[in-house]
């Protein structure tokens, strides 16, 4: 938590669920960036990038809420009350999010929560890391002749693994992009490949995707851990899988190690 201090409530406080978007601060919207820009008080997560951070006011009180696979800074049953406490103590909150708040980000739950509790709860959309990270690799989420649906999924669920149809996922003529998936990898290859999914399916790992430390790279479902381990993957970094993944071509400026292909 940093040194600053709350300001005195002036009025009845409220909540801001914000999108940061997936880490290009030029991604942001207009009303996210005004509503940063007037926070008393900013909860942020760790995929927030530091861009965007750099938007907070000098004066407002910023706690960090980052959640990792084995380190969580705040539970979130204690981020759901703590936005509720600073609201209910007249605060303009802000709950800076990566990505969208309603997209694999648990924003359903705080604004329940703050709803159950008589606080005002407001959404502030964001460009999640699918559209973000395909947009900056150049991968088209969908395409008339390859790719005519497009599903987000969790690579996490409440219990571990994500509680899935793997049989409706392996079907062709779609995109399937997995948020926090790098761990389970080799997990879901596999169940996606035992469900009929093709081994040679095109594949991309985006790490780090819309940022400067952009990295991506290709291959194929059976390919996929390999990808993964042989360029030391971290997080963030998203799982898209399908046909489409093909149509990725290296920019002319990136270095041949970092898009280089694991068969």
């Known amino acids: 938590m940093a040194a600053a201090t709350l300001r005195q409530p002036v ?8 999108g940061a978007g997936p880490g290009d601060v030029e991604l942001l919207t207009l009303k996210a960036l005004r509503v940063i820009q007037q926070a008393e008080v900013v909860v942020f997560d760790r995929l927030v990038s530091a861009p965007v951070m750099a938007l907070i006011p000098e004066d407002a009180l910023r706690i960090d809420a980052g959640k990792s696979t084995r380190h969580h800074t705040l539970g ?19 709950r800076l999010k990566g990505g969208d708040p309603f997209i694999f980000g648990r924003g359903g739950e705080e604004m329940a929560h703050c709803q159950q509790h008589g606080v005002t709860c ?23 002749d390859l790719a005519q649906s497009v599903r987000f999924v969790t690579g996490h669920g409440a219990q571990g693994e994500p509680d899935v149809d793997w049989s409706a996922l392996a079907m062709a003529r779609q995109t399937l992009v997995f948020y926090m998936g790098i761990a389970g990898s080799d997990s879901i290859s596999q169940k996606l490949m035992a469900n009929g999914m093709p081994p040679e399916m095109p594949v991309a790992v985006i790490e780090r995707g819309t940022q400067p430390e952009q990295r ?9 851990g390999n990808i993964i381990v042989a360029n030391r993957v971290a997080t963030p970094a998203l799982l ?24």
């Open 76 to 94: 979130q049953p204690e981020i759901n009350q703590l936005l509720v406490d600073l609201a209910q103590n007249g605060h303009r909150v802000v």
């Open 216 to 224: 991506v790279f290709t291959g194929t479902l059976d390919s996929l």
């Open 122 to 144: 407001h959404i502030v959309p964001g460009i999640t890391a699918a559209m973000g990270c395909a947009a900056a690799s150049g991968i088209p989420l969908t395409h008339r």
């Open 11 to 18: 009025c009845r406080g409220e909540v801001w669920l914000v």
């Open 240 to 263: 898209i899988i399908g046909e489409v993944a093909g149509m990725y071509r290296q920019p002319a400026r990136q270095v041949q190690r970092e898009t280089e292909t694991v068969r």
